[in-house]
């Protein structure tokens, strides 16, 4: 399976960006889908996570500003990022699961203040 994200870029504090993720390779359904995000010094944190049927969990940091959403195509995820903070800087990444996980290559988020 593999996961290509795009979306990054910079953005001024307060703004919005829209993250997208496909995955390919498998005929099936990814139960999960979902983006991590690293910033400099810190360990990977989850941000969003879509569980296939539905559910969603959010990170605290993020719940109120953040939307995860699943495409029509289920194997793609979206992550519309409002209210932005120079707090959200990191490296994005997104995350599919289908008995194992998988991993895309990264895309940097980079909020100014």
């Known amino acids: 399976v593999q996961l290509q994200a795009s979306g990054g870029g910079l953005v001024q504090a307060g703004g919005s960006l829209r993250l997208a993720c496909a995955a390919s390779?498998?005929?099936?359904?990814?139960?999960?889908m979902g983006w991590y995000r690293q910033a400099p010094g810190h360990q990977r944190e989850m941000v969003a996570e879509?569980?296939?049927?539905?559910?969603?969990r959010y990170a605290d940091s993020v719940k109120g500003r953040f939307t995860i959403s699943r495409g029509s195509s289920k194997n793609t995820v979206f992550l519309q990022m409002n209210r932005l903070k120079p707090e959200d800087t990191a490296v994005y990444y997104c995350?599919?699961?289908?008995?194992?996980?998988?991993w895309g290559q990264g895309t940097l988020v980079t909020v100014s203040s």
């Open positions: 995350n599919g699961h289908l008995i194992s996980d998988f």
């Open positions: 879509h569980v296939i049927g539905g559910a969603t």
């Open positions: 390779g498998t005929p099936f359904n990814l139960t999960v």
